[in-house]
């Protein structure tokens, strides 16, 4: 299995674009979720999907940023408008029912100007 | 709210060294703890998890070890080696999971 694969691996964009990430997850895993990393907070979980619906988004900084995980093999994190406070590696992690650990992707570095 | 602080922050010892990272967190209603690697500029990749029912885990050179009722564990690695070098995380698992902040390991040849 190739793990869980996320794009685009570095995205640099002005602030005001809109910055989408994506994510595949490990094939026949039914969780998946969406974490941002930063030197100040650490790694923060956003948001998890089960069976493709979201099921806790409190961790969703504000309404500039959606998920959506429109199938089992394919999640997107949205930020629109982006800033430069959003600068930071996000990481997409799956994991199926009944197994506690998570694999993680490699994870997408934003860096917003 | 759950809170997991990891002590030190950053360790470098010499290669063939035992060492000990620590991990506290606050509430004790968990369902789990693991423990991270992280290598710079890469994801994560899990080491050990340990369910709230047991007192320990243990991979290789790697033991990890669990207190519930003190909000405690340990991650124990044995004759360290250069390529032990990486960033080290625990991670609750109550409602979410929490993540400390991780202990920087050097392991000098």
């Known amino acids: 299995d190739a793990g869980v694969i996320q794009s685009p691996r570095h995205e640099v964009t002005e602030m005001g674009q809109e910055v989408t990430l994506r994510c595949k997850p490990i094939s026949g895993h039914d969780y998946l979720f969406w974490y941002r990393q930063t030197m100040m907070r650490g790694l923060e979980l956003l948001i998890y999907?089960?069976?493709?619906?979201?099921?806790?988004d409190s961790g969703m900084p504000e309404d500039r940023f959606s998920a959506k995980m429109p199938n089992a093999s394919f999640s997107t994190l949205k930020i629109q408008p982006s800033e430069p406070r959003d600068s930071a590696v996000y990481f997409c992690?799956?994991?199926?029912?009944?197994?506690?650990?998570?694999?993680f992707g490699p994870g997408t570095r934003l860096l917003v100007l | 709210k759950q809170e997991v602080t990891q002590i030190p922050a950053a360790l470098s010892v010499p290669e063939g060294e035992n060492l000990v990272l620590n991990c506290s967190f606050t509430?004790?209603?968990?369902?789990?703890l693991q423990w991270f690697r992280q290598d710079p500029g890469k994801g994560l990749t899990s080491l050990l998890l340990?369910?709230?029912?047991?007192r320990e885990q243990t991979s290789g050179r790697l033991n990890a070890s669990l207190d519930k009722s003190s909000g405690r564990s340990t991650l124990y690695i044995a004759a360290s080696q250069p390529g032990d070098s990486a960033t080290y995380l625990c991670?609750?698992?109550?409602?979410?999971?929490?993540f400390g902040e991780g202990t920087q390991l050097t392991v000098n040849p």
């Open positions: 991670a609750v698992s109550s409602s979410r999971l929490t």
């Open positions: 999907f089960n069976n493709n619906v979201p099921i806790d």
């Open positions: 340990i369910q709230s029912s047991q």
């Open positions: 992690a799956s994991r199926t029912s009944g197994v506690e650990t998570q694999y």
């Open positions: 509430d004790s209603a968990i369902y789990n």
